[in-house]
């Protein structure tokens, strides 16, 4: 069992090295197989391991070897298989191997395949070291690892300058958030001795008490991590200008996996922010405010890709929310059914793309309806599982978990639903909104071709689970109740709240309330469609992600640019040039004396000799 | 001063005086004649000092031949007006200012550090060339030979620049 | 001769006249342009410091001054001949006789 664990990881790894080393070599048939059959393996194994832990209920352990060994501390490489890591295992293989079928349609005949699929699969094997590390040091390098693939992908066509720069904004702004990780990670190992999970944690709950100052510390450094790799406020930036990568890429990485890591890390370390409800009360509010501003930009904008973009970082900002009144298990619920609607809508928005010559400007799609039936089924399915219409879709199930809870937590609760139910309602109006513009209307581009059955399938796959995926946690209120999801995780989370318990009866009120939100915004969209909802310049500020990116050019980027600048003469080079310069003119003046007259000369030795004299005689 | 050897005194003035005249000439000749009117003088200086060799000597070589020398140059060069005229140009105050202060300066010095322990006692004696002869080739053997190789060398080089300037001049 | 040596000279008077004497010639070196001028400098000078040796010998009634002298005046033919030669070289290369035109080593 332990060697499947191992392998699982080390398939997509073992593909990357094959494609990178033969990129030159290959043929594309070969690279498909390698690329795509790494990561199926690897998902069919998955599977197995899944089984085997829902099982026998018992997570599997797979120790690979000692990594440090100092006289304070020591870290060992473990994966660590249990009901948490299950979940993120299966939709990072599932999800990334529908997703390596469909880009080997969708980059076909460009000049980097092999490449493509090679980081491709180092992604999937980076990402799964991240969820299967047992150790706190392991899942660092597997974070690291995605945000080196992140941008390597991101400027995948190097060749635009404009790529380069999007790729260097994304791991700049990641780093900012790495760097309050790492340093978060340092003071819990020179507390604990070891960052191995088990052992940090449980150190930590026995020698921390809950709210004093060092937990608290550390926390708040590792939700910096999370907020940076997770795009959320106030390090989102990257995320829209991530979209200059393939299509493939923002729905892999920027959508399903990726930008999912500081959820998983939150709940993963969920033990030490009990300790620190300062943070959590944080996360909460980070994930309220990002949700709203997010999906207020995303009504602006133009570009399909990046509606999905603030659409990812906004239904992040419900997970963080989740997170910060301890739903853990309806955070992770909301992140599987996430990927889901939000790999399809990717998947699909770049079907359209493919068809109508790289187009990606909404203002210019129009009446695809008539031409591309199957794609507007699914992107419909899609924004209808974002949008969380009531009963049909898995968004629903997995949203209403997540106000449930809020609004049966103390504190806060109450706002951050409130936060969440507007939420709603902009996220239906954003979605249903662009779903018209593209697809209903007159006909503006013409598309072409046909969409191949390598990004059908995967289409279909996933239209499928986003529709269903949510049935497998339906809330005892509703009827019939489900709770495969909650069982799973419960050894890791615990029961409670948001884990799979029965909500009260003010709460299915609230529940009401929250499933017509939704239906509020899709009529809104509907009566509305071809209109502008606001006012040019409000949507030129809306559009621009509300001002942050000039915001952070103005607090950050100019002065730093002004010292640059203001360094370039550079002023210890400066002290050596006026040295020399001084020795030089020196040089220029002493040489004044050498005339090359002899008449000169022999005065100086008589005025020198005359010294001597004098020294002698008067002495 | 010397009130007791008026030849003393007279040979010294008239030596220092033609002295002065001969670095303040702008012809050449001129200037020559008056170096050897020093020499002679001095030659004087040395006879009353109990030096007869040192006096023939001077007269001989430094004024015999020497200044021989030098008249034969400057004949050859054949220094006209237009150079006297040229010389006392490039006497003008501001070229002597510098040097006369220096020389003053420096014959302060010396007359300061020379006379300042007071008066010594003379020995009045005359050498003459017997002794000079007896300690050239006792003690002083080996100085008579370097000086004769500097002779000699000086007439090799003498030589072998003379052959250059009458290379040239064909 | 013997009779010209009646009063003896005290040799403060022929260090004083050396020093007069060399000043001159030091003056007449730095203030002549002329290279033929400043080589009888040089020999004004040669002579006044042959004239403190014979006196400092006179002194002490020993023959050492006036040897000393002999070897300055052997310096002084060797000087004047090879200095003449050069100038009659220079002469003939550059018609000047003015010592400030050989800067060539300014700088």
Known sequence: MHSLLIAVPLLPLLGAVVLMLGSLRLAPAAVRFVGIGSVGLSAFLAGLLALH????????????????????????????????????????????????????????????????????????????????????????????????????????????????????????VTRIGDTAFIIGLLLLAARFQTLSIAGALHGAQGAWSAGSMWPTLVCFLLLGGAVGKSAQLPLQTWLPDAMAGPTPVSALIHAATMVTAGVYLIARTHALFLLAPAALGATGLIGAATLLIAAVAALAQTDIKRVLAYSTISQIGYMFLALGVHAW??????????????????????????????????????????????????????????????????????????????????????????????????????????????????????????????????????????????????????????????????????????????????????????SLAPLAGLLLAWTSRGEALVPAHWATFMRSGLGFDALYARLFVAPFDWLVHALRPDGFDLLFDRLAQAMIRLHGLLSLSQTGRVRWYAGWVAAGSLAALTIAVLS | MSGLNPLFTVASIIAVASTAMVITRTVAVHALLYLVVSLLAIAVIFATLGAPFAAALEIIIYAGAIMILFIFVVMMLNLD???????????????????????????????????????????GLVVGPSAIGRELYGPYILAAELASMLLLAGLVSAYHLGRAIGARQE | MASMAGTSVPLQDVILLCAVLF?????????????????????????????????????????????????????????????????????????????????????
Not at chain 3, 83 to 90: N, T, V, W
Request: aromatic share 10%.
């Open chain 1, 329 to 514: 298990t309806g955070a992770i619920f909301h992140l599987a059914t996430h990927a889901f609607f939000k790999a399809l809508l990717f998947l699909t928005a770049g079907a359209i793309i493919l068809r109508l010559h790289h187009e990606q400007d909404m203002r210019r799609m129009g009446g695809l309806a008539r031409t591309m039936p199957g794609i507007f089924a699914c992107f419909l399915i899609g924004s209808a599982s974002l949008a969380a219409l009531p009963m049909v879709t898995a968004g629903f199930y997995s949203k209403e978990t997540i106000l449930g809870a809020a609004w049966e937590d103390g504190g806060f609760g109450k706002l951050l639903w409130c936060a969440g139910v507007a939420g709603a309602f902009l996220t239906a109006l954003y979605i249903f909104r662009a779903t018209f513009s593209v697809f209903l209307g007159d006909l503006r581009s013409e598309p072409h071709g046909r969409t191949g059955s390598r990004i059908a399938i995967p289409l279909a796959v996933l239209a499928v689970l986003a529709l269903v995926g949510g049935f497998m946690q339906i809330p005892r209120g509703l009827g019939m109740s489900v709770s495969l999801l909650s069982r799973t995780l419960s050894p890791v989370f615990g029961t409670g709240a948001g884990n799979g318990e029965v909500p009260g009866a003010g709460a299915l009120g609230a529940m009401l309330v929250a």
């Open chain 1, 53 to 172: 832990v829902t099982h026998a209920q018992m997570p599997v352990n797979a120790e690979l070897w000692q990594w440090i060994r100092l006289d304070g501390f020591d870290a060992t490489m473990r994966l660590h298989l249990d009901g948490l890591s299950v979940v993120m295992m299966l939709i990072i293989t599932a999800i990334g191997f529908l997703i390596h079928l469909y880009s080997g349609e969708y980059m076909a005949g460009d000049e980097g395949y092999a490449r493509f699929f090679a980081y491709l699969n180092l992604f999937i094997a980076a990402m799964l070291i991240l969820v299967l590390a047992d150790d706190l040091l392991l899942l660092y390098v597997g974070w690291e690892g995605v945000g080196l693939c992140s941008y390597l992908l991101i400027g995948f066509w190097w060749r635009e300058p404009e790529n380069g720069a999007a790729a260097r904004k994304a791991f700049i």
């Open chain 3, 23 to 107: 000043a001159l010639g030091l003056a007449g070196l730095l203030m002549r342009r002329n290279m033929l001028f400043m080589l009888m400098s040089i020999e004004i000078m040669l002579n006044a410091t042959g004239l403190a040796f014979v006196g400092a010998g006179a002194r002490w009634g020993q023959a050492d001054g006036q040897i000393m002298f002999l070897l300055v005046l052997s310096l002084a033919a060797a000087e004047i001949s090879v200095g003449l030669a050069l100038i009659l070289l220079l002469q003939a290369r550059r018609p000047t006789l003015d010592a400030d035109t050989g800067n060539g080593l300014k700088g």
């Open chain 2, 81 to 123: 007006r237009g150079d006297a005229a040229r010389e006392s140009r490039w006497l003008s105050p501001q070229s002597w200012a510098g040097p006369a202060i220096l020389a003053g300066l420096m014959v302060a010095e010396l007359i300061y550090g020379g006379l300042r322990d007071g008066g010594i006692g003379q020995a």
